[in-house]
């Protein structure tokens, strides 16, 4: 991830920091008026839902970095010798196909994948140089460079730092001074386009940006790249505005020290209040699928373990639902939400579809 990633990521953990130290000091709020989250099981009992372990067959760690399916993921996970480190695709049942490999000692050498149809797309960095990369995940053999002039890329840990749209691949990279490059190839390789805009900004469903990646408080400014038009979202006092192309999110503390999420669209419409606690927001991207808010609630084990209660709200009736008690590594691209439960010595990585909710 970037400077600038890491620096939005530590303006709201600090502030989730905070509303969970609050917590543990003097004990949870009243919960009377909050929803109380309803089992998965009960809630979605037809959503397609997977796990799989942490090691592959040959001993090595399997990191996951996209779900194309409950069952199905590409990531990463060093040679049986340890001499390099692969990208592979991960099936349900078990079966692996290599896409690429590099020597081992560069350091989280794949980032950014994401797909479109059976076309998966990545950066490669290598000895500090990035490259933008293809291949029909079909085929290992079609793998292949598509550009190396990216120039500067920015990773905000969201499902749009790369995207697919109208027959090109798209992507921010920092420019001069304060100042965003966008930038875009078509998906078969070829130049590579770039505008510019002041403001550190980063991408949103296309064609949508939204600028103040790197700001305390967070987005002020939703744009449309097509059209240019622009509108000017959802703050308030000492809260964290973050947008997705429909809904904007608002963390903030209340007067008792514990966190208020609230979410409205980015004209300010339909706001409302979607929890109050010790909670956070365990993913970067806001209402993923324009639909789902992804949680993460501390409990009293969490000290002891690391894992929090893993809560998903879902707007179209506001019901809380509890995915996981004990969940780390919270992550989701693309559809897909995924989590450990366990031990750092053997733990499982479980999914779930929410496009099949």
């Given at each position: 991830?970037?400077?600038?990633?890491?620096?939005?990521?530590?303006?709201?953990?600090?502030?989730?920091?905070?509303?969970?130290?609050?917590?543990?000091?003097?004990?949870?709020?009243?919960?009377?008026?909050?929803?109380?989250?309803?089992?998965?099981?009960?809630?979605?009992?037809?959503?397609?839902?997977?796990?799989?372990?942490?090691?592959?067959?040959?001993?090595?760690?399997?990191?996951?970095?996209?779900?194309?399916?409950?069952?199905?993921?590409?990531?990463?996970?060093?040679?049986?010798?340890?001499?390099?480190?692969?990208?592979?695709?991960?099936?349900?049942?078990?079966?692996?196909?290599?896409?690429?490999?590099?020597?081992?000692?560069?350091?989280?050498?794949?980032?950014?994948?994401?797909?479109?149809?059976?076309?998966?797309?990545?950066?490669?960095?290598?000895?500090?140089?990035?490259?933008?990369?293809?291949?029909?995940?079909?085929?290992?053999?079609?793998?292949?460079?598509?550009?190396?002039?990216?120039?500067?890329?920015?990773?905000?840990?969201?499902?749009?730092?790369?995207?697919?749209?109208?027959?090109?691949?798209?992507?921010?990279?920092?420019?001069?001074?304060?100042?965003?490059?966008?930038?875009?190839?078509?998906?078969t390789g070829g130049a590579v386009t770039v505008t510019r805009e002041k403001g550190t900004w980063g991408l949103a469903a296309w064609?949508?940006?939204?600028?103040?990646?790197?700001?305390?408080?967070?987005?002020?400014?939703?744009?449309?790249?097509?059209?240019?038009?622009?509108?000017?979202?959802?703050?308030?006092?000492?809260?964290?505005?973050?947008?997705?192309?429909?809904?904007?999110?608002?963390?903030?503390?209340?007067?008792?020290?514990?966190?208020?999420?609230?979410?409205?669209?980015?004209?300010?419409?339909?706001?409302?209040?979607?929890?109050?606690?010790?909670?956070?927001?365990?993913?970067?991207?806001?209402?993923?699928?324009?639909?789902?808010?992804?949680?993460?609630?501390?409990?009293?084990?969490?000290?002891?373990?690391?894992?929090?209660?893993?809560?998903?709200?879902?707007?179209?009736?506001?019901?809380?639902?509890?995915?996981?008690?004990?969940?780390?590594?919270?992550?989701?691209?693309?559809?897909?939400?995924?989590?450990?439960?366990?031990?750092?010595?053997?733990?499982?990585?479980?999914?779930?579809?929410?496009?099949?909710?």
């Amino acid at each position: 991830m970037s400077g600038r990633g890491r620096f939005a990521r530590m303006v709201v953990g600090l502030g989730v920091a905070l509303a969970a130290g609050a917590a543990l000091l003097f004990g949870s709020p009243a919960q009377s008026g909050e929803p109380q989250p309803l089992p998965l099981a009960a809630a979605w009992p037809n959503a397609a839902r997977g796990n799989i372990p942490s090691k592959l067959p040959d001993g090595s760690e399997f990191s996951p970095a996209l779900f194309l399916d409950a069952r199905t993921a590409i990531g990463t996970a060093q040679s049986a010798d340890s001499a390099t480190l692969r990208l592979v695709i991960r099936d349900g049942d078990g079966k692996l196909l290599e896409l690429r490999n590099v020597p081992a000692e560069h350091r989280a050498p794949f980032a950014a994948l994401t797909s479109s149809g059976n076309e998966l797309f990545w950066v490669e960095s290598i000895s500090g140089k990035q490259q933008l990369w293809s291949a029909d995940r079909r085929d290992p053999r079609t793998a292949r460079m598509l550009t190396a002039d990216v120039g500067a890329m920015q990773f905000y840990d969201s499902e749009h730092d790369l995207i697919v749209a109208d027959g090109r691949v798209r992507w921010v990279s920092s420019g001069v001074g304060d100042e965003t490059e966008f930038r875009s190839v078509a998906v078969t390789g070829g130049a590579v386009t770039v505008t510019r805009e002041k403001g550190t900004w980063g991408l949103a469903a296309w064609p949508f940006a939204v600028d103040g990646q790197t700001s305390a408080r967070g987005a002020t400014t939703l744009r449309n790249l097509s059209t240019g038009v622009t509108v000017a979202v959802p703050s308030a006092d000492r809260s964290v505005t973050a947008c997705s192309a429909v809904w904007c999110q608002l963390v903030s503390i209340n007067q008792d020290g514990y966190s208020r999420i609230e979410l409205s669209h980015p004209d300010g419409s339909a706001r409302r209040k979607v929890i109050e606690g010790n909670v956070a927001t365990a993913i970067t991207d806001v209402a993923v699928l324009d639909r789902f808010e992804v949680l993460a609630k501390t409990t009293a084990q969490s000290d002891l373990t690391g894992n929090q209660q893993l809560l998903v709200h879902d707007l179209s009736n506001r019901q809380l639902i509890l995915v996981s008690p004990d969940a780390g590594n919270i992550s989701y691209r693309a559809g897909v939400l995924w989590w450990s439960t366990g031990d750092q010595s053997s733990f499982v990585r479980n999914s779930l579809d929410l496009r099949t909710v």
